[in-house]
């Protein structure tokens, strides 16, 4: 089914080949293009939806095959950007009360207040109801404007839990742990002694906000880091194994994506600290080996906003200019050594790894030949990993003397079964750099005892209002 939608000033939004959004006026005339999301490293339009106003649009975008995830954004037509809105979002309506009523990918429905004139959500979602029937990537529930709902439930044939899943190099499977099953997994990150995996996760029949927790291997406890109301992700461990950062919304009244960090043995009680609070939205951090310095990225990925700085911890100071471009330079990752960063950048087109001295030095090396993202380097020295345009995990050998040199490319395995967060890390390795620790889609015929059936809900705004403000 072609992605539409009519706008109310009278075009049409439809996709084109190459997840391309395209509008025209809806009595004929000439189309433009909008966006060629092909370009941002995204493979399938999966739907859109128009706004009040007309000044900006709903869209579902895939980075690989949509039963293998799904993320919801806003295209903003006066500020020609698409930002990220929400992962493992099917599809979101927007409604009269001035929230963005939204259906994850496993059948939950959600509604969190959106800023219609900044187009973008202002508050953690409130969990509605569940148990949604989806169909890979299109959920069977659609709002009306007059506050008319009708939805199926029952019957899932998309992906239900997740599992953690280790990876070896010609593409063999095993369970991290039978126990790590039932929840919905955003992102993993192994401990630097691979005793332990940092988690961000939802858990099922939960609050639907992502939480950080924390795994002993092969068989420990499960403990929670985070426990507030506040989504939290994209963990990245200390040195020593001590402490976890993470990217959060919302805490501590603090609006924008920050950088917080947390006890990984959950001594804290679920209170974190402000590591790193900007002007612009922080989507990522990592720490220089020594741990003097914390490079952050801020800024989108898809949107050539995105750009690399350097805070020294010991000081707060802070570098901007690390990597900053017209264009987008993100999922960074600095040598075992410290003296090497990778990362992704859209200079070409679309994202390619690139790798270049730390902290000084402009040159740099094109890594991938197609296409690439979520740069992880080997503990050896030799290597370092990637996912290429295929979908397809890869591995580059390399020398530093007398400088930085590919020697090799090579194609390991596909990564379509697979979760990936696009601008982000979208696996681990483990310390002898022969397995990769990532997480799974496990595909459900049919939700737990929902029967199917069409359910049909009148002047739903009026409940939602006594909802959001209680």
């Given at each position: 089914?072609?992605?539409?939608?009519?706008?109310?000033?009278?075009?049409?939004?439809?996709?084109?080949?190459?997840?391309?959004?395209?509008?025209?006026?809806?009595?004929?005339?000439?189309?433009?293009?909008?966006?060629?999301?092909?370009?941002?490293?995204?493979?399938?339009?999966?739907?859109?939806?128009?706004?009040?106003?007309?000044?900006?649009?709903?869209?579902?975008?895939?980075?690989?095959?949509?039963?293998?995830?799904?993320?919801?954004?806003?295209?903003?037509?006066?500020?020609?950007?698409?930002?990220?809105?929400?992962?493992?979002?099917?599809?979101?309506?927007?409604?009269?009360?001035?929230?963005?009523?939204?259906?994850?990918?496993?059948?939950?429905?959600?509604?969190?207040?959106?800023?219609?004139?900044?187009?973008?959500?202002?508050?953690?979602?409130?969990?509605?109801?569940?148990?949604?029937?989806?169909?890979?990537?299109?959920?069977?529930?659609?709002?009306?404007?007059?506050?008319?709902?009708?939805?199926?439930?029952?019957?899932?044939?998309?992906?239900?839990?997740?599992?953690?899943?280790?990876?070896?190099?010609?593409?063999?499977?095993?369970?991290?742990?039978?126990?790590?099953?039932?929840?919905?997994?955003?992102?993993?990150?192994?401990?630097?002694?691979?005793?332990?995996?940092?988690?961000?996760?939802?858990?099922?029949?939960?609050?639907?906000?992502?939480?950080?927790?924390?795994?002993?291997l092969p068989d420990g406890p499960l403990t929670r880091l985070t426990t507030g109301s506040s989504p939290a992700g994209r963990p990245i461990w200390s040195?020593?194994?001590?402490?976890?950062?993470?990217?959060?919304?919302?805490?501590?009244?603090?609006?924008?994506?920050?950088?917080?960090?947390?006890?990984?043995?959950?001594?804290?009680?679920?209170?974190?600290?402000?590591?790193?609070?900007?002007?612009?939205?922080?989507?990522?951090?990592?720490?220089?080996?020594?741990?003097?310095?914390?490079?952050?990225?801020?800024?989108?990925?898809?949107?050539?906003?995105?750009?690399?700085?350097?805070?020294?911890?010991?000081?707060?100071?802070?570098?901007?200019?690390?990597?900053?471009?017209?264009?987008?330079?993100?999922?960074?990752?600095?040598?075992?050594?410290?003296?090497?960063?990778?990362?992704?950048?859209?200079?070409?087109?679309?994202?390619?790894?690139?790798?270049?001295?730390?902290?000084?030095?402009?040159?740099?090396?094109?890594?991938?030949?197609?296409?690439?993202?979520?740069?992880?380097?080997?503990?050896?020295?030799?290597?370092?990993?990637?996912?290429?345009?295929?979908?397809?995990?890869?591995?580059?050998?390399?020398?530093?003397?007398?400088?930085?040199?590919?020697?090799?490319?090579?194609?390991?395995?596909?990564?379509?079964?697979?979760?990936?967060?696009?601008?982000?890390?979208?696996?681990?390795?483990?310390?002898?750099?022969?397995?990769?620790?990532?997480?799974?889609?496990?595909?459900?015929?049919?939700?737990?005892?929902?029967?199917?059936?069409?359910?049909?809900?009148?002047?739903?705004?009026?409940?939602?209002?006594?909802?959001?403000?209680?």
């Amino acid at each position: 089914m072609v992605a539409t939608a009519w706008q109310d000033d009278g075009t049409i939004l439809y996709e084109m080949p190459g997840a391309t959004l395209m509008r025209i006026p809806d009595v004929g005339g000439l189309a433009d293009t909008v966006a060629v999301y092909s370009e941002q490293g995204f493979t399938n339009l999966a739907w859109v939806g128009g706004l009040p106003g007309s000044r900006g649009a709903l869209v579902t975008l895939c980075p690989g095959p949509c039963a293998g995830g799904l993320s919801l954004l806003v295209a903003d037509f006066e500020a020609d950007t698409t930002r990220l809105l929400l992962d493992d979002v099917a599809r979101g309506w927007y409604t009269p009360t001035g929230q963005l009523i939204y259906v994850r990918t496993d059948g939950a429905v959600f509604a969190a207040p959106f800023d219609l004139d900044a187009l973008e959500l202002t508050g953690p979602g409130l969990p509605l109801f569940e148990g949604v029937q989806l169909n890979t990537s299109t959920p069977e529930l659609t709002v009306a404007w007059d506050g008319t709902m009708l939805y199926a439930t029952g019957g899932q044939t998309t992906q239900g839990s997740r599992e953690l899943i280790w990876v070896d190099r010609s593409g063999g499977t095993e369970l991290v742990d039978q126990s790590l099953t039932g929840a919905t997994y955003f992102s993993a990150t192994l401990s630097p002694n691979d005793d332990r995996v940092a988690l961000a996760m939802v858990e099922t029949g939960g609050t639907g906000v992502s939480q950080l927790w924390v795994k002993e291997l092969p068989d420990g406890p499960l403990t929670r880091l985070t426990t507030g109301s506040s989504p939290a992700g994209r963990p990245i461990w200390s040195q020593d194994g001590r402490n976890i950062s993470f990217i959060a919304d919302n805490a501590d009244n603090i609006i924008l994506p920050h950088a917080r960090s947390i006890t990984a043995d959950g001594s804290s009680e679920g209170v974190s600290d402000l590591l790193l609070e900007h002007t612009r939205p922080v989507r990522e951090v990592f720490f220089t080996p020594d741990e003097r310095g914390l490079i952050f990225r801020q800024g989108q990925a898809n949107t050539g906003t995105a750009d690399l700085g350097l805070m020294d911890l010991q000081t707060g100071s802070i570098d901007e200019t690390l990597l900053a471009s017209d264009f987008s330079e993100f999922g960074v990752s600095l040598s075992p050594d410290g003296r090497w960063m990778a990362y992704s950048s859209d200079a070409s087109g679309r994202p390619e790894i690139f790798v270049r001295p730390f902290p000084e030095g402009t040159s740099r090396v094109q890594v991938s030949a197609n296409g690439g993202r979520s740069p992880v380097w080997a503990h050896n020295g030799r290597e370092l990993f990637f996912v290429d345009a295929d979908g397809v995990m890869s591995v580059a050998t390399y020398r530093t003397e007398p400088s930085f040199a590919v020697e090799s490319r090579d194609q390991l395995f596909s990564v379509s079964e697979y979760v990936g967060i696009l601008d982000w890390r979208a696996f681990d390795i483990s310390s002898d750099d022969e397995r990769f620790l990532m997480v799974s889609f496990v595909g459900r015929a049919q939700m737990s005892g929902d029967s199917e059936r069409i359910i049909l809900v009148q002047n739903y705004f009026e409940e939602l209002r006594e909802r959001v403000s209680n």
